[in-house]
């Protein structure tokens, strides 16, 4: 992996891009893939008879058994094309949750999710009059297992839980949640346990044999891929659940009165799908997999252990706060913090003007920075493409342009 | 292009804003809060016997630094200013006065004063009146 994969650091040579947590930049091979799809072979998939419909088809579907291979999940059927997490996690909600929520039942997320796993959840609590219990967070950042145990009882129906936050940067441990679940939640309806992996998708490998997961999504976008998304379903679940979207493609007959829905994934998958952007997913899940995790891992955690370093030194100097764990194995991808005296904004309008690319906001987590006590954090975050020069040159900024104005 | 925001006075502005701090006894106290960031701000307002005129404007609250200058400019503009006057005040207007290259993403941090006095003249177009304190 290099910066010159990327083109857009060719057009852009003095851009240093710590917010892949927003959006990863693209490799020229998915750039490449997508445009030779819709140049040379773009055409209907899964009606066409003619050569170039069954060979976009072919492609298609090998997608599918990609991604399926990438997050270790037994059938390709169980992958469902998506706009992004977001719309994934909804399609969850109101698809399944909506037709096994009751009132007086209980879905349980945690303090520290993105909006997209928190919302649905809280739309659907709403509109069925069940509770939505929120999971507390330990001082350093972790998910408090004892506040799940005692969250979890006999009416959870829903258990959605983030992989890695996209704002403290907490790996979360998918497995010792499933067995908390296990024991604590519903014995009778088994309460159905979600995975949002938008934040993790990039940075650690995925094994929904190994979370124990009923649902897993994340956005192909992070993924150094175009911008579509995936969710992920246990077979049984999926054909038992109700449609979402309903027109083409997702039925196998329709009458006047009735229509019969077609089978898994395709009830899932109403229209014409963007095959292109599917195609280029196909290629980002083949880039990383090329690059493998352990020079994935290995990469980004050196560069982590840096910024957390660097960061500790400013604590100690009363001037920065770190959010989320200190110890580097114990986090992935992002790193969000506040300087003393100096707005969110601010920090981030005057790293921008040294080509440096941040994040300042709530970042989709109010509960979360509410829990923290503040209103918004600064947030880095680590891709394929980022070099040790490029944390060198946020923290020359960060001492040269903001930290003046720490001081009062 | 380089944005040379904050190298416009911006600091002094933001660090040491002028009519900074909380009237007596004010006829009119205006709050506008972005929840995106936290940014919350209240403007005091005294208007003459009239009503008519503006004759002291203060205001409190916590922020960005561009949200601090951008009022503190503003209200450098208000005291002796009719009520008319605050009625024509356009975004468009406060960004002039603010005087420093804002990207989009922070002309709501500099609209923030504006979205405070909009209380004001709305009650004002719909026919209310100034607040008799």
Redesign the interface.
């Known amino acids: 992996m290099r910066k010159s994969d990327f083109p857009i650091f060719q057009k852009h040579k003095k851009l240093v891009y710590l917010d892949t947590a927003a959006t990863a930049q693209k490799p020229e091979v998915v750039i490449d893939a997508v445009e030779d799809f819709l140049e040379d072979e773009n055409a209907p998939v899964h009606r066409s008879l003619y050569p170039l419909g069954e060979q976009a088809t072919e492609k298609f579907e090998a997608v599918r058994g990609k991604v399926a291979k990438f997050i270790h999940a037994p059938d390709p059927r169980e992958i469902i094309f998506t706009r992004n997490a977001t719309e994934s996690l909804n399609i969850i909600a109101q698809a399944f949750g909506r037709a096994c929520v009751r009132k007086g039942d209980t879905i349980v997320v945690s303090r520290m999710e993105h909006h997209a796993n928190f919302v649905p959840w809280l739309v659907l609590a709403k509109e069925k009059k069940a509770e939505l219990r929120i999971v507390e967070l330990t001082p350093d950042g972790h998910i408090d297992l004892e506040d799940l145990r005692k969250k979890l009882n006999r009416r959870t129906k829903i258990v959605s839980i983030a992989h890695v936050s996209n704002v403290l940067g907490t790996i979360n441990p998918l497995e010792k949640i499933r067995k908390a679940i296990r024991r604590y939640g519903g014995k009778a309806a088994r309460p159905v346990f979600v995975v949002d992996a938008a934040q993790s998708a990039p940075h650690v490998p995925l094994s929904v044999q190994k979370f124990g997961c009923d649902f897993l999504v994340f956005s192909g976008h992070k993924l150094y891929g175009p911008g579509v998304g995936v969710l992920w379903g246990r077979r049984e679940i999926l054909e038992n659940m109700p449609p979402f979207l309903t027109g083409g493609q997702m039925i196998r007959e329709v009458r006047d009165d009735d229509a019969v829905w077609n089978e898994v994934p395709y009830k899932f998958e109403a229209g014409t799908p963007d095959t292109a952007d599917i195609i280029g997913l196909g290629a980002a899940v083949d880039y990383v997999s090329r690059i493998g995790w352990a020079r994935i891992i290995r990469h980004e955690r050196a560069l982590m252990a840096v910024a957390l370093r660097r960061f500790a030194a400013l604590e100690r100097r009363g001037i920065a706060v770190v959010y989320g764990p200190k110890n580097a194995r114990e986090r992935c991808g992002v790193l969000s913090f506040t300087i003393q005296n100096v707005h969110p904004h601010d920090v981030g309008s005057l790293l921008a003007e040294e080509g440096i690319a941040v994040r300042a906001s709530h970042h989709c987590a109010m509960s979360l920075h509410r829990s923290l006590g503040v209103n918004a954090t600064v947030r880095i975050s680590f891709g394929l493409y980022n070099e040790r020069r490029d944390v060198d040159r946020f923290f020359d900024a960060l001492e040269t342009r903001v930290l003046p104005f720490a001081r009062t | 292009m ?5 190298r416009q006075n911006l ?1 002094e502005d933001a660090r040491r804003p002028r009519h900074f701090g909380r009237m007596a006894n004010p006829d009119e106290v205006l709050e506008a809060a972005n ?5 919350e701000l209240t403007i005091f307002l005294k208007f003459d016997k009239a009503k008519r005129k503006i004759e002291k404007a203060s205001f409190d609250g916590r ?4 949200m601090f200058a951008s009022t503190t400019r503003l209200l450098d503009y208000l005291s002796g200013k009719s009520v008319s006057w605050l009625q024509r005040l356009t975004p468009k207007k406060v960004l002039a006065v603010f005087n420093a290259p804002l ?1 989009p993403s ?1 002309q709501e ?1 500099a609209l923030m004063p504006l979205k405070a006095l909009d209380e004001l003249k709305k009650r004002i177009k719909r026919g209310g009146r100034v607040k008799d304190k």
Not at chain 2, 63 to 66: D, I, P, R, S
């Open positions: 380089k944005h040379d925001l904050y600091l929840p995106v960031c936290g940014d922020g960005c630094m561009v990207t922070r941090c």
